[in-house]
């Protein structure tokens, strides 16, 4: 028996540096299709990322394979973020929703793109209609942390909880004018939201559980409920993210307000 612990000590640590080395491979296989390069955290990200709905909604968490680089778009030079982020309430076991209406959740990892852009957005969330909007419990063997699931089961413990709300949404949505299936939340709503360039960009980001959020100087994009799969997927996220921002930047302010 004395081999044991040292057995399975050892065991562990090879486990660990696969899945390492597993995640490397894919953050790697997500930067050459991107355009992007590997990152080693979010700490470039404005702090403004933590005032944002999805935070409230995954209460934080933990990232995986950041990439990050700087893209010039139509002469300005763009920093874009992209990862995959696994929800603090996912490692507890649990999701949440945002009590808009209609409300919607996030996945357990949810992939996101940042964009930070030369302009001041007033917090505004766009969402797509799609399958978070449904508000489904995981089933006990999807995502992650399973036993934790199973034991939150046992003592019967509620798999989902109302995220706070952040302050600066409110929780009806704007009547406005919008593509079919998207809807908005917004105290002050940037006009540059209802040009025809915009409203273009906005039907063709057709992938269903679209959010973007718009806080201060940051476009932030993520489908709602999944995680995106593979790095041809994840890089098609991230050209969406990019043709926003593209619209949004061509929205031009003039003395009579915002035109395309």
């Known amino acids: 028996m004395n081999w044991l612990v040292p057995g399975i000590l050892g065991g562990g640590a090879a486990a660990l540096a696969a899945i390492s080395r597993s995640r490397r491979r894919q953050q790697d296989a997500l930067a050459a299709s991107s355009g992007l390069e590997p990152a080693r955290d979010l700490a470039h ?7 944002t709905a999805l935070w409230s909604l995954a209460e934080g968490g933990f990232e995986r394979k950041v990439v990050h680089n700087i893209i010039a778009r139509d002469g300005a030079d763009i920093a874009v973020t ?9 490692r507890r076991g649990e999701w949440a929703w945002l009590p808009v209406e209609p409300p919607f959740r996030i996945g357990g990892v949810v992939s ?4 930070e852009v030369d302009r001041q957005f007033p917090h505004t969330l766009l969402k797509r209609a799609g399958r978070g909007d449904r508000l489904e419990d995981d089933s006990l063997l999807s995502g992650t942390n399973t036993f ?12 989902s909880h109302e995220a706070e709300m952040p ?3 409110p929780a009806a949505a704007l009547a406005i004018e919008l593509p079919e299936h998207w809807r908005v939340y917004a ?3 940037d006009p540059s939201l209802s040009t025809p360039v915009v409203q273009t960009a906005l039907a063709h980001a057709q992938r269903r559980d679209l959010v973007i959020e718009l806080i201060d100087s940051l476009v932030v994009v993520y489908p709602a409920a999944l995680d995106v799969s593979g790095a041809d997927a994840f890089a098609d ?3 969406t993210a990019l043709g926003i921002v593209d619209a949004l930047r061509a929205a031009k302010l003039s003395p009579r307000g915002v035109e395309p």
């Open 237 to 239: 996220l991230v050209e």
């Open 187 to 189: 105290r002050t709503l």
């Open 167 to 169: 302050a600066d949404l």
């Open 82 to 90: 992209a990862f995959d982020l696994e929800t603090l309430r996912e």
């Open 148 to 159: 934790v699931k199973a034991v939150r089961g046992m003592f019967g413990l509620p798999p």
């Open 112 to 115: 996101v793109v940042i964009c």
């Open 45 to 51: 990200v404005p702090a403004a990322l933590q005032r």
